[in-house]
């Protein structure tokens, strides 16, 4: 099978890619090519965990996903390569796009995992920026641990804000493709979709267009956190195998609910995919966090998945319904395809967007009336904003009570 290399001519991955990186002899070790036996390659305790399964009395739920076996073995490093992981990974990104003869089916070698998302922003920066020298971009509101990670590695961000005069807060493609014809130093763009905390999707157009751009030399990132909140099919995991020049990240935090195991995946090309992967400490995903991402992956983990996301949007859906009858509630900005939604507060019923309003409702709620949400008032284009993660049902009609409640007594004050 044969499809088109859509990646821009300008697209040099040697010369964006630090020299020490490229010159870095990834480590290595005997379990990378010798998996059985008798194995005292690499200084393990032999006698076992401390923690074993004679000591350890796990409820029925755990014990089901964890097994004695594993706990016994846990005196062993894990797998370094994940290859059955990153298998069921692909087949999942793979799904929407059987049978057709335009996609070539991702496979283990477009991808690196890492612990959580974050650890995959910090080690794309690490390999493709230089610190003091290169520079990054990203198009605000969105995620902070970009700018985090920036900082922390000693790269500039430059910003160029997504629309903030456009219901849905689009991306500006062709405003950052004119930072990148100006600024040969910037390495990296970093997308956000659905967007945090917009919960809008960029459409593919806008990311194929910067990523074909035709001067600029770089990587665009896009970040599919939320991904499975959107419709079936708005992945650009599979752009990986036409695009050199791109990278998806994604995660089990979000719509697999595994947040508590902190496992993060990117999808790239192969020569991308090997770079991060010669980066990455060799034994980076433990034991524990690998059988449950397989647990999660399996086609019951799958089913349960699906069946959660499917009450998340109907919650969705009645948050969208309720919250506006709320007085003081303004308009929704930018998006639904995510598990949260970001809401406007005013001033008063009928008011203006507000963010003092916004942020001592914030505060109310936490403080005493046990609610937790999220102020983004000081982000562009978000005057007055909250987000709110979508509970469940009874935790959503606490959500809802408990906001008409504060915001009355915010008024009345």
């Not at 961000?157 to 405003?175: C, F, H, I, Q, S």
């Not at 000081?378 to 606490?398: A, D, Y």
Request: some cysteine; aromatic content about 6%.
């Amino acid at each position: 099978m044969t499809v088109a290399n859509l990646t821009s001519p300008a697209f040099d991955l040697k010369a964006i890619t630090r020299p020490n990186i490229l010159q870095l002899e990834p480590y290595r070790c005997a379990r990378d090519d010798y998996k059985t036996g008798v194995l005292l390659d690499a200084n393990e305790n032999a006698y076992g965990p401390s923690v074993c399964t004679s000591t350890v009395a796990l409820s029925s739920d755990v014990s089901s996903l964890v097994s004695s076996s594993l706990i016994a073995g846990l005196n062993r490093y894990p797998d370094p390569h994940q290859e059955d992981v990153k298998q069921l990974l692909c087949d999942l990104r793979n799904a929407p796009n059987k049978g057709k003869s335009d996609i070539i089916p991702l496979t283990p070698d477009n991808l690196y995992v890492g612990v959580g998302s974050d650890e995959c922003v910090d080690t794309i920066i690490r390999c493709f920026a230089a610190p003091g020298r290169d520079k990054m971009l990203t198009c605000p509101p969105t995620y902070g641990m970009y700018s985090v990670s920036a900082q922390v590695n000693d790269v500039e961000v430059v910003t160029v804000n997504l629309d903030l005069e456009t219901k849905g807060l689009p991306l500006r493609a062709d405003k950052v493709m004119e930072a990148l014809s100006r600024d040969s130093s910037i390495h990296l763009v970093y997308l956000c979709s659905p967007g945090n905390p917009t919960a809008s999707l960029i459409d593919a157009e806008s990311v194929e267009k910067i990523l074909a751009h035709p001067t600029w030399n770089g990587i665009v990132v896009v970040d599919e956190a939320y991904i499975d909140f959107s419709p079936v099919g708005s992945s650009l995991a599979p752009l990986v195998t036409k695009f050199d020049n791109l990278i998806v990240m994604q995660t089990l935090s979000k719509a697999f609910g595994m947040a508590g195991i902190r496992f993060g995946v990117s999808y790239a090309s192969p020569a991308v995919a090997r770079i991060l992967n010669n980066v990455k400490a060799p034994y980076n995903i433990s034991s524990l966090t690998s059988t449950l991402a397989l647990r999660a992956l399996s086609p019951s983990g799958l089913s349960n998945m699906h069946k959660n996301i499917d009450a998340i949007v109907r919650q969705r859906a009645r948050l969208l319904q309720e919250l506006p009858k709320i007085p003081g509630i303004g308009n929704f900005i930018g998006g639904n395809a995510s598990n949260f939604l970001l809401v406007q507060i005013l001033d008063k019923p009928n008011g203006v967007p507000s963010s003092p309003t916004a942020l001592r409702l914030y505060e109310t709620l936490a403080e005493s009336k046990g609610v937790v949400i999220r102020y983004r008032g000081k982000e562009p284009g978000c005057v007055g904003g909250l987000r709110i993660t979508v509970g469940t049902e009874e935790e959503n009609t606490i959500l809802l009570e408990k906001i008409r409640e504060a915001l009355a007594d915010i008024y009345s004050s």
